[in-house]
Each structure stands twice: as structure tokens, then as C-alpha cells.
């Protein structure tokens, strides 16, 4: 989180800082830059990411899977490259069904054992980054309510109220999450407005339970 001034490839950089050893960061066309992913590389992390179509990769070895390695290097003013390389394993692939543009996705990956990690299974985990957009619709259409815009006139009050807004996101997602393992069944077919209601009826019960200054004036 940062100020308007601050852009939002400037909070990624801030961001990579939480990666580490065992995790996978997905991120999609506007990110990548060689200086990006050579901050996310160092973490230990593994990366896919998609890329522009102008990015110029070279197919310097074609794998079973349909992969390729390929190397990808820093670009200066000019497209004059300076510095060393660095080897990417590259998947590229187009949407079919209804729907689909029939635009060719590609994408650069650290992991480069096509058997542990196909093609196939990359592609389809990459479509899982949009769940964030549907988060973010959840978060400031569903929860804060259409058209309320923060109260707070404050960085720090602005701060504690984006805050707050994200807890109750992650406390109503946890409970679906709860739901669907008691249920045995897949969270992505559990409601987040359904469960909005539900907690918005049951609310009153709890926060009549117990009154605020009792709990402050509690030793």
C-alpha cells in the first residue's frame, strides 16, 4: 500500500520482498522486466509469468512438452542491451471455447523440468491469477458497497480502514473456505455475496453479546 504517487510496479518491487523458497508468483503482462524478475529469482521463488508479445525469445531448445528455453536479458534506452542473460523456459499457448480472442499467451517460467512441471499444467495453473480480480471485485463492489467511497480523510485513518477492510474480506473467506472443507467440496462454488448476507444477519447476535467499554475496562 502506498500513496498515489507511488505506481504500482514500485509496490511489486516492494512486494517480492515477501517471496521465498517453496512459493510460485504468478504475475501477469505488466510486470515482467529482467531487473523485476532478477529481484524475484534471488528470493528462492518460483516464477510464471506472462510477458508482452514484443519480447523478443529466442527458441534456443525446443522440450517435449512444447516448451522452449529461451534467455532473456536487461534492456537499456534504445533496446541496447547491457549485462548478462538469463535462461527462462518459455510456454506459449491460445484460449479455445467460447469466448476465447484466439490470442497466443506466453508465458516464462523458472521451472525448467518439463516432466515435474508440463506445459499443460503451467498454462491451466496461470488462469488461477485472475481469481485476484475476482477478489478485488469481491473486496470493493461486494464488501465496501457500490458506490461508498473510503471515510477516512487521513493517510493513517485511510490506512486502518483499507486494513480493516481486508480482514473482514479474509475472516468472510475463511469461514467459506471452513464450508467447503466440512462439505468436501470446492470453494470456488460457495458464494461470496451468499455469505456476505449470511454474516450481515448473524451479525447483530454477536455484537450484542458484549459491550465495548466493559471489554476495555476488563483487566
Same mark, same amino acid.
Given at each position: ?18 517471496l &521465498? ?13 529482467? &531487473? ?7 528470493? /528462492?521463488a ?17 522440450l517435449?512438452? /512444447? ?16 549485462? /548478462? ?75 486502518? &480502514? ?34 456476505v ?17 466493559e471489554?476495555?475496562?476488563?483487566p
Amino acid at each position: 500500500m502506498g500513496s498515489h504517487r507511488i505506481s504500482e510496479k514500485e509496490l511489486a518491487t516492494v512486494s517480492l520482498n515477501s517471496l &521465498e523458497t517453496g512459493m510460485l508468483c504468478l504475475a501477469d503482462r505488466y510486470y515482467p522486466s529482467f &531487473e523485476l524478475w532478477t529481484q524475484a529469482l534471488a528470493t /528462492g521463488a518460483d516464477l510464471l509469468w506472462r510477458v508482452p508479445k514484443q519480447w523478443n525469445l529466442p527458441r534456443l531448445e525446443i522440450l517435449p512438452d /512444447g516448451s522452449y528455453i529461451s534467455e532473456i536479458r536487461p534492456y537499456k534506452k534504445k533496446h541496447k542491451s547491457k549485462g /548478462g542473460t538469463l535462461r527462462v523456459r518459455v510456454i506459449e499457448y491460445k484460449l479455445s471455447g467460447a469466448g476465447s480472442d484466439n490470442e497466443t499467451y506466453r508465458l516464462i517460467t523458472s521451472i525448467m523440468d518439463y516432466v515435474t512441471a508440463p506445459a499443460t499444467e503451467l498454462a491451466a495453473l496461470y488462469q488461477e491469477r485472475w481469481e485476484i480480480e475476482i477478489s478485488l471485485d469481491e473486496l470493493k463492489t461486494h464488501l465496501r458497497g457500490n458506490k461508498i467511497v473510503l471515510r477516512s480523510k487521513t493517510p493513517d485513518l485511510i490506512r486502518q &480502514e483499507f486494513y480493516g477492510l481486508m480482514l473482514t474480506h479474509f475472516a468472510i473467506r475463511s469461514l467459506m473456505h471452513e464450508a467447503s472443507v466440512r462439505e468436501d467440496i470446492d470453494p470456488d462454488r460457495l458464494s461470496f455475496i451468499h455469505t456476505v448476507r449470511v454474516v450481515r444477519r448473524k451479525l447483530p447476535r454477536f455484537t450484542a453479546a458484549f459491550s465495548p467499554s466493559e471489554v476495555a475496562s476488563s483487566p
